[in-house]
T-cell receptor, first 114, second 113 residues
Framework: DAGITQSPRYKITETGRQVTLMCHQT?????MFWYRQDLGHGLRLIYY???????DKGEVPDGYVVSRSKTENFPLTLESATRSQTSVYFC?????????????FGQGTRLTVV | KNQVEQSPQSLIILEGKNCTLQ??????????LRWYKQDTGRGPVSLTI?????NTKSNGRYTATLDADTKQSSLHITASQLSDSASYIC????????????FGAGTRLAVHP
């Protein structure tokens, strides 16, 4: 299906484990983003990517690793999960970096670290 | 510090009524302001994008206004429907880089029959 999809939708993991959240988009958008959404807070940018093999840190990158070997995929890895990383994670993509360019969001992954 | 504040935090209205959500921001420099609708368990979906030169923008029953001088925006929903029940997020973009979106915490709207 066309669009942006995230997997899994729900994930429970233990403290200290490595976990990877997947994001796939079918539009060939250049830009992709990872956000986390916590209760009472606005979405906060974790990492973003301007193109394949180009990534950069956002506001809250500590504890996360990203890669982008292909334009359509942008996985987010928690190297050693902590309880503070319990959150809802959203992936987004946009065609350009233009300031008025629309961003499209995935459905989110709810991650619980126990 | 760049901030986006929304009010109220939550709101309950009856179906068919109108409502207005507020957004105040301190982001500078300013490029554009967006309103998103986020249904429970879903990702945000764009309603409007306004640049500093636009005062109002409509999308069906949704009308957004912007006063760049006072750094305030509002989202007016006309003749509310049950499907309008969602969180509404105000997002402000600075002039330097698409990665500079500042998100508000959102207003949670519940429309009751």
């Amino acid at each position: 299906d066309a669009g942006i999809t995230q997997s899994p939708r729900y994930k429970i993991t233990e403290t200290g484990r490595q976990v990877t959240l997947m994001c796939h988009q079918t539009w060939s958008h250049s830009y992709m983003f990872w956000y986390r959404q916590d209760l009472g807070h606005g979405l906060r940018l974790i990492y973003y990517s301007a193109a394949a093999d180009i990534t950069d840190k956002g506001e809250v990158p500590d504890g996360y690793v990203v890669s982008r070997s292909k334009t359509e995929n942008f996985p987010l890895t928690l190297e050693s999960a902590t309880r503070s990383q319990t959150s809802v994670y959203f992936c987004a993509s946009s065609e350009y970096a233009g300031l008025n360019t629309e961003a499209f969001f995935g459905q989110g992954t709810r991650l619980t670290v126990v | 510090k760049n901030q986006v504040e929304q009010s109220p935090q939550s709101l309950i209205i009856l179906e068919g009524k109108n409502c207005t959500l507020q957004c105040n921001y301190t982001v500078s420099p300013f490029s554009n302001l967006r309103w998103y609708k986020q249904d429970t368990g879903r990702g945000p979906v764009s309603l409007t994008i306004m640049t500093f030169s636009e005062n109002t923008k409509s999308n069906g029953r949704y009308t957004a206004t912007l006063d760049a001088d006072t750094k305030q925006s509002s989202l007016h929903i006309t003749a509310s429907q049950l499907s309008d029940s969602a969180s509404y997020i105000c997002v402000v973009s600075g002039a330097y880089g698409y990665n500079k979106l500042i998100f508000g915490a959102g207003t949670r709207l519940a429309v009751h029959p």
